[in-house]
C-alpha cells in the first residue's frame, strides 16, 4: 500500500510535465524501484530468519542436548550439534544443495547447483521470485544442518565420534536430499506448489526434517543398543538449567524456521509466526498437565520438552492453518508425545536417550497428518484453479482426500529415514565400528573423543 | 586430643558454626559431602522416568580440640544442628595422637 499513494502523485505530476513515451519510462522505472523495495524487505526477513535457524543449532540444540546428558559427555554432545554447522555446510556447498533443489528426477535432484554453480544473487524465481538465490540456498542450509542434529538425541552418550562423521555424511545423501527435493524441490513427487504427482502439504519439514530424523533416531538406538547400565543405573540430566536456555532459544530460533518458509516478509509469514508461537505455548501446557496428573508433579523439563513438540508439530501447518486449530495442535502434540516417551518407551525399553523419535518422529508425524486436516486457503491461496479461485486445501476446506496424500508423505518419509538410516548406520560400523569401546563409553565421550573436559572447576 | 566429626544438614552450617564460635572453637574444617544414614532419599522423575535419590548433601565439620572440651562441643553442636527430623546427622570422636604446626614445628595441644 505504501507504494500506491507516491505512484499515483508522481504520474499525476509527471503527465503535465512530459510526453506519453516519458511517462512509459518513468512507470517502468517505478515498476522497477518498487520490485526492488519488495526484494530489500524479504531479503532482510529472510537473511534475519537464516540467521535464527542457525541459532536453534547452535547455541539452541546443543545446549538443550547437552545439558540432558550426563557431565562427562557434555561437550561430546555438543559437538555432534556443532559440527554439523561444518560437515553439513561444505557438504552442501559441494553437492547438496544441487540435489535437494536443482531440477531432476521426482526423487532427487541433477547436478546442475554443484559447487553452487549458477547460484548467485539473481532470484531464481521458481522458488523465491523476491529473494536472491544465495538466500534461499542459505535459508535452506540451515535446515540440513539442524536435521541431522536432531538425531543425537538417539544415539547421545556412547557413539564413536568418527562413526558419527560418516554415518551423517551418508545421511545427508541418502535420506536428506532426497527428501527435501520430493517435497520442495522442483518437480519433487510430493511437492504441492511445483508439479508434485502427490501434493503434500509440508510447510517448514515435518516430513523432511522432523519425521526423517525422528524415525532415523529410533533406528539408530534399536541398532546401538541401550547405552551401558540404562536403567540399572541413574542417568539424570546433568544441568537442566542449560537444557533450558536451549529450549528457549529453540523457540525463539523456530520463528525464522516456520515463518521464514514463507520466503519473504509478507501475511504468509505472519500466520505462520501466530501458528508457530500458539502451537508451542499449549504444548507445553499440555505436557506439563499430563506430567502433573501421572506423576504429582509439573517439571521444567517437562515444559520445554512440551514446546520443542509443539513446535514440531505445527511446523508442516504452521502456513496452512488457523490460529485455534494451531492451539489444538499444540496441545495434542503435547500431551501424546509426552505418553511416548514416559511410558511407551519406558514399557518398550528402547534407549532413545533425549527422546528424538518420541519429540520429533511422533510430533512430526501428528503435526503432518493434522495439516492435512486444518490446512485452509483462507491463510495460504498458494493454489488456485485455472479461472484463479484458490483451491481447498485441507478436510475444513472440503478436501478429504488431502489426509490421504498427507499420510502417503508421512509413510515415504518414514520408510525413507528407517532403511536409509540402517544402511548408514551398517557402512559406518563396518568401516569405522559404530560404538564407542566400553571402556571410552565409562570414560564419557568429553575425555576419550576430544581430549578435554567440560566442567574444570579447580582450574 | 580428640578429632570431633560432625556430619550436618547444610542449612545448619551456619548455626553451628556460629554457636562453636561462641564457645571460643574458631578452628574447623568443613567439606560438602554426600550420604545417608537411615534417612530416606527422595524421587525425582525426569520424562516420567523415575530416580530414587539416596544420597542426601550433607556437610561435614572436622576439628581437632584438648579432650577436655569434648563434652562441651558435642553438645553445643548438637543443639544447635537439631531440628528433631530423621537426617539432622551425627557426631563421632576419635582420638589423635599427636599434631604439628607447620609454621613453627609446635607439637601437642600448643599447636592447635
Known sequence: MKFLIPMSLFTAGLAMADGPASVDEKIAALDSAVKSAQMSGDNAWMLVSCALVLLMTGPGLALFYGGLVRKKNVLGTM??????????????????????????????????????????????????????????????????????????????????????????????????????????????????????????????????????????ALVAALYLKPRSGYLQEPMRPHNLVISFIGACLLWVGWFGFNAGSALGAGGLATSAFVATHFAAATAAAGWMLAEWLKSGKPSVLGGISGAVAGLVAITPGSGFVQPMPALLIGFVAGVVCYFMVAIVKMKLGYDDSLDAFGVHGVGGTLGALLTGVFATNLINNGLKDPSGKPLPLGLVDGNAAQIANQAIGVGIAIVLGAVGSFVCLKIADLVCGLRASAEHETEGLDLSMHGEEGYNLEA | MKKIEAIVQPFKLEDVKEALKGIGVDGMTITEVRGHGRQKGHKEVYRGQEYQVDLLPKVKLEMIVPSDRVDEIIKTISSAARSGKIGDGKIFVLPVEEAIRIRNDDRGETAL
Request: charged content about 5%; hydrophobic content about 55%; proline content about 4%.
Open chain 1, 79 to 216: 559437538m555432534h550439534s556443532f559440527i554439523l554447522m561444518v560437515l553439513a555446510t561444505v557438504l552442501w556447498a559441494v553437492v547438496g544443495y544441487s540435489l535437494a533443489f536443482s531440477e531432476g528426477s521426482s526423487v532427487v535432484g541433477g547436478l546442475k547447483y554443484a559447487f553452487l554453480n549458477g547460484v548467485g544473487t539473481d532470484p531464481n524465481a521458481d522458488y523465491a521470485a523476491t529473494i536472491p538465490h544465495q538466500t534461499f540456498m542459505m535459508f535452506q542450509l540451515m535446515f540440513a544442518i539442524i536435521t541431522p542434529a536432531l538425531i543425537a538425541g538417539a544415539y547421545a552418550e556412547r557413539i564413536k565420534f568418527s562413526a558419527m562423521l560418516l554415518y551423517t555424511t551418508l545421511w545427508m545423501l541418502i535420506v536428506y536430499y532426497p527428501m527435501a527435493h520430493m517435497v520442495w524441490g522442483k518437480g519433487g513427487l510430493l511437492n504441492a506448489f511445483l508439479g508434485g504427482k502427490i501434493p503434500c502439504f509440508d510447510f517448514a519439514g515435518g516430513t523432511v526434517v522432523h519425521i526423517t530424523s525422528g524415525v532415523s
